[in-house]
């Protein structure tokens, strides 16, 4: 019985230094997107913004094939191209 006892301890305890790892790496990447996430509405214009928000309301999942319904293009990602 101590046997199993101890294999079983044995399995928690790797499985927990998995997760742990798991929720570090995942702390992280969080971070990274919350970060990248404040610079992208710092540089988008309000016009942007409120076409993001209207895009939300209408698709909860939109896709790259759904026309702008606007007729505007596509705002540049930063880094893609010039700057307006």
Known sequence: MDLVKSHLMYAVREEVEVLKEQIKELVEKNSQ??????????LASPEQLAQFQAQLQT???PTPSQPQGTGQ?????PGSGPSA
């Open 59 to 61: 698709s909860s999942s």
């Open 33 to 42: 997107l919350e970060q990248e996430n404040s610079l992208l509405k710092t």
């Open 73 to 77: 293009p596509q705002p540049p990602l």
